[in-house]
């Protein structure tokens, strides 16, 4: 595993996909930045002083891959304290914190499986990067992306999904939309409502020795938990990113 490091970064791009979604794009003032696919990194909005201790930061998956480490792409909901001050406080050009890289999420376990995609809004973040990186690497697992959001502006990864169709021969998706909002999606299909849990449980169990991924809100997570469990996955198939 790489070793953690604390990176200043300069905000280079605020991407508004509604008034409460945001993605901040950061670009890192040291080079060698080192991560896996699906990992998740602390940010903190005040200065950090080596002396002292790291200050306040909330947890953000990386929305990027790792190979294309320019810059660092969040993915941000505003909920709560944290997440309001990033919002409103912080500007184009304002230095910020990060210390990475953390956590087990990753896809080291999905290249010779059938690999089940799940995720609700902004859950979709650590995909982002498995995807991208599975472009740039010329991967081929049979990728199963199911992705369930509030409205068409909140999709945020149509061009991702169109690219992934092209270059990846395995990819599939279905796209779930509760209300359709008028935004165009050109080319994609997609149906109405929330995520079909026990539909796309009993589909996905027909695959090819399946490991789920799982992340989104905690009642999306525990609703395909349990629908997995009852259909009969063992649970070193399932792979969990829980946020607030």
Known sequence: MAA????????IEIIPYSENVKLFR???????????????LHLAIEPYDPS????????FSIANSPTRVSTVDILVSRIGSFTKALFENVRL?????IKLPYGIFNFDE?????TVLIAGGTGISPYISFLQYAIDKNLNPAIHLNYGVRNTELVIIDNLIREAKSKLINFNYRLY??????NSLEGLEFGKGQLPVKNIVEESLKLNSPIFYLSGPPKM?????LELKKQGANAHQI???KWE
């Open 239 to 241: 792979k969990y990113d």
């Open 52 to 59: 002292y201790n790291w200050p306040e930061s909330r947890v």
């Open 4 to 11: 953690i490091r604390k990176i200043p970064v300069t905000v």
């Open 177 to 182: 939309i509760e209300e359709n909002n008028g």
């Open 110 to 114: 999905s290249i010779d499986h059938d």
């Open 93 to 97: 050009g304002d230095e910020l914190w």
């Open 26 to 40: 950061l670009e890192p003032q040291k080079k060698g930045i080192q991560f896996k696919a699906g990992q998740f």
């Open 221 to 225: 997570i525990t609703a395909f938990e």
